[in-house]
């Protein structure tokens, strides 16, 4: 067993005893950038956190709740602007670059893709959320039509989650109710019925299901994880994270078995909506590979499945991995800069993210 493996199993042990975790990242080291690959690849933390939290900056299953970062100080990184705002126009890579860099470092020329996302993605200016609950602690999601989002804070105790709704994507939403899950919550369906639980040890998924929106989620259901569970079961090994396409086609996790954990990010594909989630393919690209504690963590993906959003933790970014055909290997990457969690709305037109800042607002910002 690597020991990246057993510092991953490790961590379940310290997140069980602790309830959720408190998974939020370290400072921002770079600002946005952009860069691709010219050929292709074959083929929220590593113990079980949160899929709205980044890995920490220590080792794999040492966790903290929450997107953004602080310095030593406590205050915004240097690298934000006023009001914790990321620099405006900022661009590159850190100055020493990363630990593993990739050939895609030094791609400058843009495919020819067609996608919703646009290969030359980035974030415009951000304004708030108008959500009446504060800070996030985690944010976890919105659907694709921005209707329902769902994020966390952390409580006296324990991470509490919440869920609101709103009648058009330029209204403020309703009064945000609490979610009542025995787990972790990672995802939301794109019609905004369904929020995907992770057991806690990261042993499998199941989902908190209402009928309606404003309605609350009174039924527990695993109907559509019944084949990762099993295989959870069997093998032995642990899930971390998950978040779904705006198609309800994809499905995005981190697979950890305690072997060869290089590659844990995996895509799960389905044909209807109707069918559960096979098993997924594991992305066996240089941009998505694990090093250690340094363990990319997907956040989202778009609705025609051509782009994922992660965050990688090397680089200090939020970016998009763009590929021609949900068949194929992701062959572009662009840096969106010093942002935990980037989900984009179903047209790809706007980006909602929580700043450098913990803990932040939940923004949004026009992509450009």
Same mark, same amino acid.
Not at 162 to 189: C, K, N, W
Not at 231 to 240: D, I, L, N, P
Not at 294 to 321: E, H, I
């Given at each position: ?36 690959i010219t050929g292709s690849f074959g083929g929220k933390h590593a113990a079980a956190g949160e ?36 620099a405006a126009g900022a661009g590159g890579e850190p100055e020493t670059g990363p630990r593993f ?154 697979? =950890?078995?305690?072997?060869? $954990? @290089? ?6 594909? !389905?044909?209807? *909506? %109707? &069918? /559960? ?31 994922? =959003?992660?965050?990688?933790? $090397? @680089? ?6 763009? !590929?021609?055909? *949900? %068949? &194929? /290997? ?39």
């Amino acid at each position: 067993m690597t020991r990246f493996a057993l510092a991953v199993l490790a961590g379940f042990g310290v997140i069980a005893s602790c309830g959720d975790s408190d998974d939020r990242p370290p400072p921002p080291t770079a600002s946005g950038g952009r860069g691709g690959i010219t050929g292709s690849f074959g083929g929220k933390h590593a113990a079980a956190g949160e899929v709205g939290a980044e890995p920490s900056g220590g080792a794999a299953g040492e966790s903290s709740d929450g997107d953004g970062g602080n310095d030593a100080t406590g205050g915004a990184p240097a690298d934000a602007g006023a009001g914790g705002e990321p620099a405006a126009g900022a661009g590159g890579e850190p100055e020493t670059g990363p630990r593993f860099p990739c050939p895609s470092d030094d791609a400058t020329d843009p495919p020819s893709i067609e996608a919703l996302c646009d290969v030359t993605l980035a974030l415009g200016e951000s304004d708030v959320v108008p959500v009446q609950a504060g800070y996030a602690e985690s944010f976890v999601g919105i659907t694709p039509d921005e209707l329902t989002i769902v994020w966390s804070q952390l409580g006296s105790s324990s991470v509490q989650y919440f869920v609101a709704d709103r009648p058009s994507a330029d209204e403020s939403f309703d009064l945000p109710t609490t979610i009542q899950a025995d787990g972790i919550v990672v995802g939301l369906s794109p019609d905004g019925l369904r929020i995907v639980v992770l057991a806690r040890d990261g042993s499998g998924y199941s989902e908190l299901v209402r009928t309606e929106r404003g309605a609350p989620f009174d039924s527990v259901v695993v109907d559509a994880f019944e084949m990762l569970n099993e295989a959870a079961e069997e093998g032995g090994f642990r899930y971390v994270g998950g978040a779904i396409s705006g198609d309800d086609r994809v499905f995005v996790y981190q697979v =950890f078995t305690g072997e060869d $954990d @290089r590659y844990p990010v995996h895509l799960s594909r !389905r044909d209807s *909506v %109707d &069918e /559960p989630w096979p098993l997924g393919e594991p992305q066996e690209i240089c941009e998505l590979e694990a090093h250690e504690d340094l363990v990319k963590r997907p956040t989202a993906v778009s609705a025609d499945g051509l782009t994922l =959003f992660f965050y990688d933790p $090397d @680089r200090g970014v939020a970016r998009a991995a763009f !590929r021609t055909d *949900v %068949d &194929e /290997p992701y062959e572009w990457f662009v840096n969106l800069g010093p942002f935990g969690t980037v989900v984009p709305n179903g047209e790809c037109t706007r980006l909602y993210h929580t700043t450098a800042v913990y803990p932040s607002p939940i923004h949004v910002a026009a992509a450009e």
